[in-house]
């Protein structure tokens, strides 16, 4: 691919990149390079998995990606079906190695994991600039105890910071329900941190 | 660290990966589409045949019938048509949240929408007279539908609150009516001075529901005979149906 074409592409939205990838596979390139370490991400805070195997999963869903083109649609934004289909492949994945651990990794200091304590200031006491490694891995436990779906829902809202109509398209809930499931996976979160003491760190 | 997109564009042109054509996903929208619809049209059917039912119960019985309102009620709904209705309902809910947008909505929502829509079906379903016919298809060709109708077909035999019902089995000279009641006891029935719905006459074999007061232990005096498979409303206009026929259910509660 040209320096030229890549230009192009960089400056293309997600939609028109989609438009361009069926009949171009450097479109396509153009486009998986953006979401590539936005979903390397995503797959290493849902799973537990090492980085090898962290990017076979990737590889899968872009390939996923790629043989859905077609049917991606419009009413959506190309980053909430990006993530569902992210999402279905690593459920799909668990399903497949149940033996393998499902859980949540945090960067040590992770900013999301302040923003996930945040909510928890008011009955906390928890003073966000102080989060640290011990704290954020603490976090990444707490989270780790949760099931699946609240697990889900907290990492999308907090971690990718995705609003509740996206989370809405991603998992294909009713924004209700998302909403009902966010206030009961932080009163779970809550619960948990208190028992751990999260606030005493 | 390995260029993670690039390794998959050279899989995809090395394993000559396509994306599915836009026909596959059209074909596949429309087929949940299409389910929902078949879901919804099946919650119709089975809706007309409730709304047949209840329009046609025979509400007018309630003056003979001694127990409370809400049992003589329960006798009469159409529960297994209700529990279709339901069950296509919660079918086509299911298709409706695997359409494009479908999830977005409340189950409880969708749920409602697909039995308000079925309902609206069953009522214009009801008007063509479908329901009718689907409901003595059913009456004819399946024993256990029969079955579920005995207990409002018992609400028949009971001789000391005026309710008599069975088939003739001879006509005596002086104009007594030979009678086997639904439970096999023979009975001598004074038509003299009946109301025939639904252009009747005595016949032996026929099926008929009396409506009179019990004068002795094997007497019955009738004020009203009416077909045992005619329906109120058309006995009201003098329209009724009249089989020859035996009828089955009859029988099996013999």
């Known amino acids: 691919m040209s320096t030229l074409q890549h230009t192009q592409y960089e400056q293309m939205t997600d939609e028109e990149l989609v438009e361009h990838s069926l009949t171009n596979e450097d479109a396509f390139y153009s486009l998986i390079k953006r979401y590539e370490p936005v979903l390397l991400r995503y797959i290493h805070r849902m799973t537990s998995v090492n980085r090898e195997e962290a990017e076979d999963i990737l590889q899968d869903i872009f390939i996923k990606l790629y043989r859905n083109l077609n049917g991606f649609d419009t009413a959506l934004k190309f980053s909430s079906w990006v993530y569902r289909i992210a999402h279905n492949e690593i459920i799909s994945q668990y399903r497949k190695k149940k033996q393998a651990q499902y859980s949540i990794e945090l960067d040590a200091g992770d900013d999301e994991s302040r923003s996930l304590l945040n909510f928890l200031s008011d009955t906390m006491s928890v003073e966000s600039e102080y989060i640290d490694k011990e704290k954020a891995n603490l976090v990444g436990a707490v989270l780790e105890s949760l099931a699946p779906k609240y697990r889900d829902v907290l990492v999308l809202r907090y971690f990718e910071d995705l609003s509740y109509d996206e989370i809405s398209d991603i998992l294909r809930k009713p924004p209700g329900s998302v909403a009902t499931l966010i206030n009961r996976a932080k009163d779970k979160f809550k619960k948990i941190a208190v028992k751990h003491k999260l606030e005493s760190i | ?254």
């Open chain 2, 1 to 254: 660290m390995n260029d993670i997109s690039k390794d998959t564009l050279k899989k995809i042109k090395e394993q000559r990966i396509v994306p599915r054509t836009k026909n596959y996903f059209l074909l596949r929208r429309s087929t949940v589409w299409m389910l929902f619809g078949l879901s919804i049209v099946l919650g119709s059917l089975a809706a007309s045949v409730a709304v047949f039912q209840i329009n046609n119960a025979e509400w007018d019985l309630f003056k003979h019938y001694r127990h409370s309102v809400l049992e003589f009620i329960l006798l009469f709904i159409p529960y297994l048509w209700i529990l279709f209705l339901i069950g296509f309902s919660i079918i086509a809910f299911y298709y409706f949240r695997r359409t494009e947008s479908g999830y977005r909505y409340r189950a409880v929502t969708a749920v409602v929408l697909s039995i308000l829509l079925s309902v609206a079906g069953g009522f214009a379903v009801y008007k063509t007279g479908l329901s009718e016919r689907i409901e003595t298809a059913f009456e004819d060709n399946i024993p256990f539908y029969r079955g579920t109708s005995f207990h409002s077909r018992m609400v028949w035999m009971a001789p000391e609150k005026g309710l008599l019902a069975g088939k003739i089995t001879g006509i005596a000279e002086d104009g007594t009516i030979k009678l086997t009641d639904l439970n096999g006891k023979e009975w001598e029935i004074n038509a003299g001075d009946a109301l025939w719905r639904g252009r009747l006459s005595a016949v032996p074999e026929l099926e008929i529901k009396l409506i009179g007061s019990k004068t002795d232990n094997n007497c019955f005096t009738a004020k009203e005979i009416r077909p045992w498979r005619g329906r109120q409303k058309n006995q009201g206009m003098g329209m009724g149906r009249q089989r020859g026929k035996m009828h089955q259910g009859m029988n099996s509660s013999q």
